[in-house]
């Protein structure tokens, strides 16, 4: 492919991803945090978004599923304290390293306001679309 080609075809790209991304309505930086928090912690075991929607464990609630409930904002806030996750998810400050984990697994450490950034990337994921 000759360069010039190759140029209109990279902005041909840029433009598509800027027009798809517009179709969307623009995340908050919190819910943006919250979907990275998301994807890094919690994707392993559930399905957080569209990115990861067939590969998690599939007894494990989704996100979509869990935002559908009414409580799910108390789900949430609270849900380090709920099982499985005290063995696996540290609150700094709040809760201690669980004693049940083994010394070479590493927990999840996030802080409170980091589960604040999950509430605001929960607010608005409404739908599998
Ligand atoms: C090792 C796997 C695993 C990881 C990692 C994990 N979860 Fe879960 N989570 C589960 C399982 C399994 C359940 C279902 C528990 C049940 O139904 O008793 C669950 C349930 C939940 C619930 C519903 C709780 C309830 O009582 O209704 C919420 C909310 C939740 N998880 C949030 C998160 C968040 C946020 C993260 C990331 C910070 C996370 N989970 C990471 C396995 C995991």
Redesign the pocket.
């Known amino acids: 492919m000759n360069l010039l080609l190759k140029i209109i075809l990279i902005k041909t790209l840029i433009f598509l991803s800027i027009v798809s991304k517009a179709d969307t309505a623009p995340m908050s930086e919190a819910a943006l945090r919250g979907l990275e928090?998301?994807q890094e912690?919690?994707s392993?075991?559930?399905v957080v978004g569209n990115e990861n929607r067939y590969s998690s464990?599939e007894?494990?609630?989704s996100f979509f599923g869990?935002r559908a409930m009414k409580d799910w904002r108390i789900?949430?806030t609270e849900?380090y304290i709920?099982?499985?996750?005290p063995a696996?998810?540290n609150i700094v400050d709040v809760t201690e390293r669980s004693k049940k984990l083994p010394a070479f697994v590493s927990e999840?450490n996030?802080k409170l306001d980091q589960i604040d950034d999950?509430i605001s990337y929960l607010e608005q994921l409404k739908k599998i679309d």
Do not use: S
């Open positions: 928090i998301a912690h919690c392993r075991c559930h464990i007894t494990t609630p869990l789900r949430f849900f709920r099982p499985p996750h696996l998810v999840i996030l999950l």
